[in-house]
Each structure stands twice: as structure tokens, then as C-alpha cells.
């Protein structure tokens, strides 16, 4: 899976340890949804069949609350895929599985990273309907609005691939702390000069999203009661149209 699925650790399930208790009583996505709330969700639309909570050996760093599931309910123990959290001594805690990262934008996104997925490894009866929905992207946002209520003013469809995922470093030059989230998908357009292209935002820890890719660039500063009521506005963005990626 892209980002690398852990394998499942070595720890003893313990339900009841203390360290498994504050994650699943505290730990948050950004938008207020805990752990097993995304878990619960994400299980309706991808492939994903939760086993339980188990914690590891612990470090100097910390100890590691380990959540696994499977894709299929006959999944042997070796099939297990893991999300897997930090808990400092401190207290504090970190999601540490990069490919799990989408989960702290909340279950939409953590979905549709598992669905791509699916896709990508010709998963039968991959969830292609619920990539396709823009309502699903709407944990993107923007200077005008919601993502997805923006691409359902502009009557676009979403195509494939649809990407979304966290990286921990932009780039080997990058000195900061923390990664970074980034979404991608293809869009047709029912908008006059608009037509296809390539939606890209990206969002730092702690930042706000910033669109990458032209169309996005035009989401973004363009008010959606604007967008190509004036033909010269059409003009105006038809010779960037033509260098949209395909």
C-alpha cells in the first residue's frame, strides 16, 4: 500500500491497558472524530475488517498502542495490517504510520486513501463510487469554500486515479519538522474554459491546504458565482486551459 503497511507487531492484546485506553478516549482527528468513530466508518466503505487493540514493547520514546485489521474477514493473523500510535512518557501521543495519516483529517480522507488503494492493487469490488463523490473531499478546504461543494457548483466529475496520502518530508531539503498532506485528483468539468485537469492541494502540519496544480490555483481565488460568466474571463484562461495535465 502506498506510504507501507506495518506488519502486525509482537505486543499481548490488552484491552484494558491504560496506554490503549487514552488513545481510544483522547486521541482526535482534526475535525473531532476519534479513532475507533473513523474505524467504525471507514469499515462501510473500504475493505477493512478491525481485530483490536494491542499495545508493544516499550521504549525510550514511548510505548506503542497498536490498532490491527484486516481487508477480509477470512484474513489469516500474517494478513493484519496495523495502525500504530506513540504514547510518550509524558502522556502525549502520535500517530507514527505514515500511510495512516489521512485518519487525523478525518474518516473521509483516511477512506478514500484505502479505496485508492484498492484501486491501484485491483481489489475486487473496490468502492469506485465513493472516490467518484465530491462530497467526500470535502475535508479539503479552500479561500471559497468546501472542495467538494465547489466541484459540485462547477458540475465537474471525478476521475482516476484519486490520490490521497501524507508524505513526512516535502523534500530532503526541507529543515521543519513534520510532513505533509497532499490530494490529488482528475476532474472533467461542465464549465466553459475549465474542461479537465488536475486538482492538487497540499497541506503542512498546522497549515492551512494550498492549491499546487493550476485548476486548483483557479478553485481557489476564483468565487464559484464567478467562474466564466464574462467570456473574456473565459479568454483570459483558455491559453492556460490547454496546458492543464491530462
Not at 466508518?41 to 516499550?58: C, D, I, L, N, Y
Not at 496520502?165 to 490530494?183: C, F, L, M, N
Request: net charge negative; aromatic share 8%; with cysteine.
Amino acid at each position: 500500500m502506498t506510504g507501507g503497511l506495518a506488519g502486525k507487531g509482537d505486543g499481548a492484546r490488552a484491552d484494558d491497558n491504560p496506554s490503549i485506553d487514552k488513545v481510544r478516549s483522547t486521541w482526535r482527528a482534526q475535525d473531532g472524530e476519534t479513532a475507533e468513530e473513523i474505524f467504525a466508518k471507514v469499515s462501510t466503505v473500504a475493505h477493512f475488517v478491525p481485530r483490536g487493540w494491542e499495545v508493544g514493547r516499550k521504549t525510550d520514546t514511548g510505548e506503542p498502542v497498536i490498532f490491527s485489521w484486516v481487508k477480509h474477514r477470512s484474513d489469516k493473523p500474517t494478513d493484519e495490517y496495523t495502525v500504530t500510535w506513540e504514547v510518550a512518557p509524558d502522556g502525549t501521543m502520535k500517530l507514527v504510520a505514515p500511510y495512516a495519516k489521512p485518519m487525523e483529517l478525518g474518516w473521509q480522507a483516511f477512506a478514500l486513501s484505502l479505496v485508492a488503494d484498492e484501486v491501484t492493487n485491483d481489489e475486487r469490488g473496490a468502492n469506485r463510487r465513493f472516490l467518484h463523490d465530491p462530497a467526500n473531499f470535502n475535508f479539503v478546504t479552500t479561500a471559497q469554500g468546501k472542495l467538494g461543494d465547489l466541484l459540485r457548483h462547477g458540475r465537474c466529475t471525478i476521475g482516476e486515479p484519486v490520490g490521497v496520502h501524507y508524505s513526512p518530508k516535502i523534500d530532503e531539503q526541507q529543515t521543519a519538522e513534520g510532513g505533509v498532506w497532499r490530494v490529488e485528483l482528475s476532474v472533467g468539468c461542465n464549465v466553459p474554459g475549465l474542461g479537465d485537469g488536475v486538482i492538487i492541494f497540499e497541506k503542512g502540519e498546522g497549515q492551512d491546504w494550498e492549491p499546487q496544480s493550476v485548476v486548483a490555483k483557479f478553485i481557489d481565488t476564483s468565487p464559484p458565482g464567478s467562474w466564466f460568466e464574462d467570456p473574456k474571463d473565459q479568454e483570459a484562461f483558455e491559453p492556460t486551459r490547454k496546458k492543464l495535465p491530462k
